[in-house]
T-cell receptor
Framework: DGGITQSPKYLFRKEGQNVTLSCEQNLNHDAMYWYRQDPGQGLRLIYYSQIVNDFQKGDIAEGYSVSREKKESFPLTVTSAQKNPTAFYLC??????????????FGAGSRLTVL | SQQGEEDPQALSIQEGENATMNCSYK?????LQWYRQNSGRGLVHLIL?????REKHSGRLRVTLDTSKKSSSLLITASRAADTASYFC?????????FGKGTLLTVNP
C-alpha cells in the first residue's frame, strides 16, 4: 500500500540538541510538506518542497531545516535554535486523487518532547 | 498563502443529529477540501469541491461552496460517536497550503 511513513513516533530530546524527523513516501508525489501542531491548535506550515532539490519556507521556518535530495524523502531537522520545539509534527505529500485534483496525504505524525 | 478559517471553533451534539461547520476564505480558489483529524493522528482527506461546483455529496457528507461569499459548509448527517474529531478546510490555489484552527466536533452517545 502506498503511504507516508514518519519516524520516530515519539522522540525525547534534551535542550540544545538537534533532532531529525524522518518522512518517507512511496506515492511518487512531487510535493511534500511539514506541519507543526500544538495542543488544541491547528496546523502551521514549517517548510514545503514542490520538487526534488527545492524547498521553501512556510510560516514558521525559524529553528528548522530540511533537505530534499530524493523524491521519496523529506527529513526535518529541529535545531537547538528552535525555542519551543515540543509539539506534534506532521508530514504530508500532495498528489492526484481522481479527476486531476491534488489532495494531501498525511503520515501518522511524530511527537517531540524536549526535556 | 490562502488559508481557510473554520467556524465554529467547537461544536457539541448528540448522536443522530446533524453537524454543520463552515469555512471562509479571502481570495480565489481552484478547489476547497475538507479533512478530518482524530486526536493524535494525521489528517485524512474527506471531500473536495471544485470552484465551478456548488454542492457535492459523499455518503453522510454534504459540502457546499459559495464562491460569491467565499465560503463553504460541511454537513455531516446522522452523526455518530465515531465522527468525533477536528475538521479542517483547505483552500487549493497554489503550493503553499495552510490550514486554519479547525472545528472540534464532539458527538455525544
Amino acid at each position: 500500500d502506498g503511504g507516508i511513513t514518519q519516524s520516530p513516533k515519539y522522540l525525547f530530546r534534551k535542550e540544545g540538541q538537534n533532532v531529525t524527523l524522518s518522512c518517507e513516501q512511496n506515492l511518487n508525489h512531487d510535493a511534500m510538506y511539514w506541519y507543526r501542531q500544538d495542543p488544541g491548535q491547528g496546523l502551521r506550515l514549517i517548510y514545503y518542497s514542490q520538487i526534488v532539490n527545492d524547498f521553501q519556507k512556510g510560516d514558521i521556518a525559524e529553528g528548522y531545516s530540511v533537505s530534499r535530495e530524493k523524491k521519496e524523502s523529506f527529513p526535518l531537522t529541529v535545531t537547538s535554535a528552535q525555542k519551543n520545539p515540543t509539539a506534534f509534527y506532521l508530514c504530508a505529500s500532495l498528489g492526484e486523487r481522481g479527476a486531476g485534483a491534488n489532495v494531501l496525504t498525511f503520515g501518522a505524525g511524530s511527537r517531540l518532547t524536549v526535556l | 498563502s490562502q488559508q481557510g478559517e473554520e467556524d465554529p471553533q467547537a461544536l457539541s451534539i448528540q448522536e443522530g443529529e446533524n453537524a454543520t461547520m463552515n469555512c471562509s476564505y479571502k481570495t480565489s480558489i481552484n478547489n476547497l477540501q475538507w479533512y478530518r483529524q482524530n486526536s493524535g493522528r494525521g489528517l485524512v482527506h474527506l471531500i473536495l469541491i471544485r470552484s465551478n461546483e456548488r454542492e457535492k455529496h459523499s455518503g453522510r457528507l454534504r459540502v457546499t461552496l459559495d464562491t460569491s461569499k467565499k465560503s463553504s459548509s460541511l454537513l455531516i448527517t446522522a452523526s455518530r460517536a465515531a465522527d468525533t474529531a477536528s475538521y479542517f478546510c483547505l483552500c487549493g490555489s497554489n503550493y503553499k497550503l495552510t490550514f486554519g484552527k479547525g472545528t472540534l466536533l464532539t458527538v455525544n452517545p
